[in-house]
């Protein structure tokens, strides 16, 4: 990373220095960037501060110095609901949290992208990764009308999709790490009828993720703390979780997995790849994870920087203040990841030796 008289220097001087994006000092997991994506139909294509590529730009957002060794904030919520709490988040909030991160100059990416190394934003914006856990009908659920299935306006995507709607630029990227076969209604975001969801409904609600441009992502099969079980039990759990998500969507890669409680199992190896037998046909399911993510822990490194470890993801919670305090530190310490807008650039602040 870089030291913070770099970056005072960098402030003063308004100057960075930039580095092929492929450089192959830089780690090499994954592929280049590639240009920026297209978004919806409506947005703005002529108004002022719009890019071409269609996102909206403030003053402040175009004064910010290019970082691409900065940190990324990958934010973790579970329900949303009708109170704060610690795995839960009121309804209003999550809707301030929105437009809190947005004011900020963030915009969503998904886990893929950053191990792909396709951060597709302007110069000046700033990526942030959403993960959704536990798969509840809070997050997604629907509601009945003449037969017609809608998206409940008070669910995690309801007012998700009501946000974009005043801001275009906001795209269909977020994770869901999800449950298949939990209590209490985490089965794909409800069955048996819990909150008012029908079981049949729960592979629409995944294919609807998929084809919206969201990430899947595997949470196990129903959210077993990993270090108390055997290497067998460990294995069953993320296969069938895999296994499940594939049944919904066939052909899914799934990329992703989220340790459970933030606990690794006593073979931490079997977090990333492993296999299970199913006994009664005897087939065989493997998985093996490009990404791990941790429960806690703060911003996580950029992938350009040599520290970042695609299989130990930190995220903040979306518990209190953690996440506005959280950016608040990354913009007054300057380690904030800000994107220089150029595919084939990896922009570092002045004074940072080349990797």
């Not at 191990?115 to 993960?131: A, E, T, Y």
Request: hydrophobic letters at 35%.
């Amino acid at each position: 990373m870089f030291n913070r008289i770099s970056v005072a220097i960098l402030v003063a001087l308004g100057s960075y220095a930039c580095s092929a994006k492929g450089d192959s000092s830089l780690p090499d997991s994954a592929g280049a960037a590639a240009s920026a994506s297209t978004v919806p139909s409506d947005t703005p294509s002529a108004q002022s501060g719009t890019t071409g590529s269609g996102y909206i730009l403030t003053a402040e957002d175009s004064a910010r110095i290019p970082n691409e060794l900065g940190r990324i904030p990958v934010v973790e919520y579970h329900l949303i609901g009708d109170k704060d709490a610690t795995y839960e988040r009121e309804r209003g909030h999550f809707r301030r949290d929105l437009e809190s991160i947005y004011r900020k100059g963030y915009r969503p990416v998904t886990i893929s992208q950053l191990l792909d190394r396709k951060i597709d934003l302007p110069r000046g914006l700033s990526p942030v990764v959403f993960v959704f856990d536990d798969a509840s009908p809070s997050q997604f659920s629907y509601i009945e009308k003449n037969g017609q299935l809608e998206i409940d306006p008070n669910s995690g995507i309801g007012i998700w999709l009501d946000f974009r709607k005043t801001h275009p630029d906001w795209q269909n990227r977020a994770v869901f790490c999800m449950l298949p076969n939990a209590e209490a209604g985490r089965s794909f975001f409800g069955n048996k009828g819990i909150e008012g969801q029908k079981t049949e409904w729960r592979f629409k609600k995944v294919q609807w993720l998929k084809e919206q441009g969201f990430e899947l992502c595997n949470h196990t099969l129903w959210h077993a703390n990993l270090s108390k079980y055997s290497d067998a039990v460990v294995q069953e759990q993320i296969a069938r979780g895999e296994a499940a998500i594939d049944s919904a969507v066939p052909g899914y890669d799934v990329r992703t997995f989220a340790l459970p409680l933030g606990v690794w199992p006593k073979n931490r190896a079997l977090a990333k790849s492993g296999s299970w037998t199913e006994p009664k046909t005897g087939k065989v399911f493997r998985y093996n994870n490009d990404a791990i993510l941790e429960v806690a822990g703060g911003p996580t490194e950029s992938p350009y920087d040599p520290k970042f470890n695609p299989l130990s993801i930190k995220r903040i919670e979306a518990i209190g203040d953690l996440i506005e305090n959280s950016l608040n530190r990354l913009d007054k310490n300057g380690t904030r990841y800000v994107s220089d807008g150029n595919p084939n650039t990896v922009a570092k602040p002045a004074g940072t030796a080349d990797r």
